[in-house]
């Protein structure tokens, strides 16, 4: 059966605006929760959205941050990732495309975004990120990718 999410998240009222996305499961750092965009040009702002892209809130104390690859993560939920590793260089001069990941303001135009967990995030939390894809109307910061 199709599952937009993954075990140990779900949707709720948030109390920081409209519906958030919260752990069912006790969460560790350094967690790859899942992908959140895909880059397509033909979309506003360049990206399609997944459902676990949706619906994550913004906080000035994130429980994850977006990381970005070229290539779709063999990961998935609940695997443990290091967040600081770039790619490394092979023999033949070619990067290993299988842990090449960024953060998001290293790689802006990035074909996949995934969320990783930078806190232990407990059962029942909130999971929240510091927006830098969009300008976030409350406060003006972030970068407009239009």
Not at 30 to 52: A, C, M, S, W
Not at 120 to 133: C, P, Q, S, V, W
């Given at each position: 059966?199709?599952?937009?999410?993954?075990?140990?998240?779900?949707?709720?009222?948030?109390?920081?605006?409209?519906?958030?996305?919260?752990?069912?499961?006790?969460?560790?750092?350094?967690?790859?929760?899942?992908?959140?965009?895909?880059?397509?040009?033909?979309?506003?702002?360049?990206?399609?959205?997944?459902?676990?892209?949706?619906?994550?809130?913004?906080?000035?104390?994130?429980?994850?941050?977006?990381?970005?690859?070229?290539?779709?993560?063999?990961?998935?939920?609940?695997?443990?990732?290091?967040?600081?590793?770039?790619?490394?260089?092979?023999?033949?001069?070619k990067n290993d495309r299988?842990?090449?990941?960024?953060?998001?303001n290293e790689k802006s135009?990035?074909?996949?975004?995934?969320?990783?967990?930078?806190?232990?995030?407990?059962?029942?939390e909130e999971l929240t990120?510091?927006?830098?894809?969009?300008?976030?109307?409350?406060?003006?910061?972030?970068?407009?990718?239009?």
């Amino acid at each position: 059966m199709y599952r937009p999410l993954p075990d140990g998240l779900t949707i709720k009222n948030s109390p920081i605006e409209g519906l958030g996305l919260f752990a069912t499961i006790d969460i560790k750092k350094n967690t790859f929760i899942g992908v959140t965009h895909v880059r397509d040009e033909q979309f506003e702002n360049k990206y399609i959205r997944t459902p676990l892209g949706g619906f994550y809130n913004h906080s000035n104390d994130p429980t994850v941050i977006r990381m970005v690859t070229d290539v779709l993560p063999k990961l998935k939920f609940g695997d443990l990732v290091d967040p600081n590793a770039n790619a490394q260089k092979l023999k033949d001069g070619k990067n290993d495309r299988e842990n090449m990941f960024y953060n998001l303001n290293e790689k802006s135009d990035a074909k996949f975004m995934f969320m990783v967990s930078i806190k232990d995030i407990k059962k029942g939390e909130e999971l929240t990120a510091n927006y830098n894809l969009y300008t976030y109307p409350k406060t003006g910061v972030g970068l407009q990718m239009i």
